[in-house]
């Protein structure tokens, strides 16, 4: 069983799903150079630890991990803080760190993906209008494609500060999303080939070519 010290290190030989939407070049935090720089260990990663939006996410997690479970006892839930899934044999650099492992009623295995997100603008509802945000999309791919399961949940806590009667609050709605692994196949061998050429580039050291996010 890993130690957090351990897990962090670990992570730097290899494609987690936090940096899926990196590879792609469609993250909002972080570039696909900059994640390679990581990688290549020419800078260090930025410890994020203390950003009150990840406090508030890690901190909130288990109480969502049990709420999920509340909610749908049909799911076996299990956790493993710092357990790290790689089911491909071709390319044991792809891995996933799960917010839940699922068993479902018919012994299938899943994935539970929590999200907490804040609303800050109108336009930010866009991204989950009937779907969820790309960069969140390409996380539950990746996923799909270190463990092999068969299914992913996303549960995303989204909360927006009103102001109501007079007084400042906050709108809180829970969304459920459901990806099963079938439908999903081409999209998982698309970001399989990616990650392949983004590693090759970690290992040779030869800097990729920067990808701007499409207008």
């Given at each position: ?7 962090l ?5 290899g ?12 993250s909002?935090?972080k570039?696909?150079v900059q994640?390679w720089?990581?990688?290549?260990g ?5 410890d994020?630890?203390e ?6 996410g890690?901190?909130?997690e288990a ?14 839930v ?21 917010d839940g ?8 295995k899943g994935?539970?993906?929590i999200?907490?997100t804040?609303?800050?603008?109108p336009i930010?509802?866009?991204?989950w209008k009937?779907?969820v945000?790309?960069?969140?999309y390409?996380?539950?791919v ?8 068969d299914f ?6 989204i909360?927006?500060r ?12 829970v969304?459920h999303?459901?990806f ?6 081409e ?7 990616k ?9 040779t ?6 990808i701007l996010?499409?207008?």
């Open positions: 069983m890993l130690t957090r010290k351990e897990w290190k670990a992570r730097q030989k494609i987690g799903g936090s940096d899926a939407a990196s590879v792609l070049g469609i909002p935090w570039t696909n994640l720089e990581e990688k290549t020419i800078t260090e990663p930025e994020i630890s950003k009150e939006v990840v406090r508030f890690k901190e909130s109480a969502i991990r049990q709420l999920f479970q509340l909610d749908f006892p049909e799911y076996q299990s956790y493993d803080e710092f357990g790290m899934i790689a089911n491909e044999p071709d390319c044991p650099f792809i891995f996933a760190t799960l492992e699922l068993t479902d009623k018919n012994g299938r994935i539970l993906e999200k907490t804040e609303i800050r603008r930010d509802w866009k991204k009937g779907q945000p790309d960069y969140y390409a996380q539950i990746h996923q799909l494609l270190a463990t092999g399961y992913a949940i996303l549960k995303a806590r909360r927006e009103r102001d109501i009667f007079g007084e400042f609050g906050w709108s809180v709605i969304r999303y459901l099963e692994r079938s439908p999903l196949l999209d998982i061998a698309y970001l399989k080939e990650e392949i050429a983004f590693w090759r580039a970690v290992q050291k030869t800097r990729p070519a920067l996010p499409e207008l």
